[in-house]
């Protein structure tokens, strides 16, 4: 004879029921415990079966509901869940990926859907709907998140914690105040998140969040992301300034800022999970999980605290050699299946000048601004002619170009113009 019992653990649950055997066959009776009459008459039970009633079904509910009982007093999560108030909601979202409540997972995500795409309030109340779009406008404009707000970044957090999947149409109204948890989210869909993805970029975002969409995007060559990497796109351009007997060849790089900021903490409330954006798969001594793998993979990483912030997507650490615009130039040549060397335009480029007059220098720079135009339309009719921007698109598109004078000159030093302003002219 063997038993099998329930504990209070979801995961651990097993069929309430015994087996055994007798004459060579097994035969399941009720759960021990339970008087003899009472046993006798569950076997086999004329009502039950005619209604094809399963033990093991009937056990396997029974478990649901007794890890939901077997919570600690102290800790009501399947209670607070059900509140209005966005406060015992958050906790009850925290005591839900604390406890790994996965029955639950239904309430957490009755706290994220938005009122916007609730039949509910369509129907009976637009009027709510106004108050809600006005405190989502208000959330992204102070960068402070209302309470109800708060409760949904928190069942945000324990939904990616519990690996659940939420319906894009309840993810959409948060782009802009959790674009990270969004990402995250969306990334593990089973529906075709591609325009939600291609929405995230709409709004301010880093270097990693364009990787993560990119490597996300580009295996299946959406359109969509080809006309974003063409905005991304950037080129960085040096005229160096040489005296007619110098050597050419110089060089530089520069470096942006990763700049965090502190939010002021919410007294009384759990500490809950913030998510940043970083470049790679980490190592084993860092607690990061793989968003979008490709040449350049993406991880998050969760930060516990009291701030209720989305950060993710404000701060990067782009540098020379690594920045939003080099990665547009590669998701682009795999567009265009070739090499980046290959392409018409380059992302870093240079020009080398020998100085001899004011005139000469000018139309020199002007010339080499607008060759660099005309090559980004090359690229852009390259793209149009695979399909993946319309003619109109391609002629409509303008290139992002950065430029500046290094005066390496070792005499002869005459003040040379600001050719910042060069490129601020209309194309010709």
Same mark, same amino acid.
């Given at each position: ?8 653990? =979801? ?36 009502? =039950? ?52 409540l996965t029955a639950l997972i239904p309430e957490l995500l009755r706290v994220v859907e938005s009122p916007e795409t609730s039949a509910d309030v369509v129907a009976t109340d637009t009027a709510a709907a106004s108050v809600v ?22 069942? =945000? ?39 939600l993805l291609l929405k995230l970029l709409d709004r301010q975002h880093n270097r990693e969040a364009f990787i993560a969409v990119g490597d996300l995007l580009t295996p299946k060559r959406n359109a969509g992301f080809a006309k ?30 990763? =700049? ?46 009291? #701030? ?17 615009c080099l990665r547009a130039e590669e998701f682009l040549a795999q567009y265009l299946e070739t090499s980046t060397s290959q392409l018409p335009v380059r992302a870093d480029t240079k020009l080398d000048l020998a100085w001899t ?22 690229? #852009? ?48």
């Open positions: 004879m063997r038993r099998r019992i329930c504990t209070t653990g =979801l995961l651990a649950c097993r069929p309430l029921v015994q087996v055994v055997k007798t004459r060579g066959r097994a035969q399941r009776t009720p759960p021990f415990g339970l008087p003899r009459d009472a046993r006798n008459s569950f076997v086999g039970r004329p009502i =039950l079966a005619a209604a094809g009633f399963q033990p093991a079904l009937f056990a396997s509910f029974f478990c649901i509901a007794g890890a939901l009982f077997a919570q600690p007093p102290d800790k009501p999560a399947d209670q607070w869940i059900h509140s209005p108030e966005p406060l015992k909601q958050a906790w009850a979202a925290h005591w839900i990926a604390e406890q790994k779009a006005t405190d989502v406008a208000a959330d992204v404009a102070t960068g402070i998140a209302s309470d109800a707000s708060a409760a949904k970044f928190a069942a =945000l957090d324990t939904l990616i914690q519990l690996n659940a999947e939420v319906p894009l149409r309840d993810l959409e109204p948060l782009a802009d105040r959790f674009p990270t948890d969004v990402l995250i989210l969306a990334s593990r869909s089973s529906e075709d998140a591609s325009a974003d990497a063409m905005k991304e796109f950037c080129q960085s351009a040096t005229v160096y300034v040489f005296n007619p007997d110098q050597p050419r060849g110089m060089g530089e790089g520069w470096a942006g800022d990763m =700049l965090g900021k502190t939010d002021p903490p919410r007294a009384d409330w759990p500490d809950t999970g913030s998510y940043r954006l970083a470049p790679g798969t980490g190592n084993r001594r860092q607690a990061w999980t793989l968003l979008a793998d490709g040449p350049h993979p993406v991880s998050f990483v969760r930060t516990a605290n009291k #701030g209720y912030t989305d950060h993710g997507f404000d701060f990067s650490g782009d540098e020379s050699g690594n920045n939003s007059s004011p005139e000469a220098f000018e139309a020199a720079v002007r010339g080499f601004i607008a060759e660099q135009r005309v090559r980004y339309a090359s690229l #852009g009719g390259q793209l149009a002619a695979r399909g993946y921007l319309t003619v109109d698109e391609a002629s409509k598109a303008r290139l992002n170009l950065r430029i500046q004078a290094a005066d390496v000159r070792t005499h002869d030093r005459t003040p040379l113009p600001f050719i910042n302003d060069w490129v601020k002219d209309p194309p010709l």
